[in-house]
Nanobody, 129 residues
Framework: EVQLVESGGGSVQAGGSLRLSCEASGFTYSSYCVAWFRQVSGKDREGVAAIYARSGSTYYHDSVKGRYTISQDNTQENTKNTLYLQMDSLPPEDTALYYC??????????????????WGQGTQVTVSS
């Protein structure tokens, strides 16, 4: 069974930092593109960062470049792998529900949520001014 379990969300003041984690299991992690998305109520889900597990190549939405860092730990098959999102210099507009997602293959069109068959339950990030 595929599982993506996020943690690490919370409340922080503007300019602060948070680190999100996503424990992934139940699929061939190294063959997937794994990504972070965020969604504000009433708006479309937006891809913020992705990493192709096999190569470690990373991709970012323009709005988070230089402030967010996506990384991963342990690409061993058949064990839990962990995806991270380090978020620094957070502004209030980064407040959203953040999701971990996975799609097979390299990160082609990773920013389209329809390309990701697997999703976590989300973790809330609230940035206050």
């Amino acid at each position: 069974e595929v599982q993506l379990v996020e943690s690490g969300g919370g409340s922080v003041q503007a300019g602060g930092s948070l680190r999100l984690s996503c424990e992934a299991s139940g699929f061939t992690y190294s063959s997937y593109c794994v990504a972070w998305f965020r969604q504000v109520s009433g708006k479309d889900r937006e891809g913020v960062a992705a990493i192709y597990a096999r190569s470690g190549s990373t991709y970012y939405h323009d709005s988070v470049k230089g402030r967010y860092t996506i990384s991963q730990d342990n690409t061993q098959e058949n064990t839990k792998n962990t995806l991270y999102l380090q978020m620094d210099s957070l502004p209030p507009e980064d407040t959203a529900l953040y999701y971990c997602a996975a799609m097979p293959g390299p990160c082609i069109n990773w920013g389209n949520p329809q390309n990701h068959p697997y999703w976590g339950q989300g973790t809330q990030v609230t940035v206050s001014s």
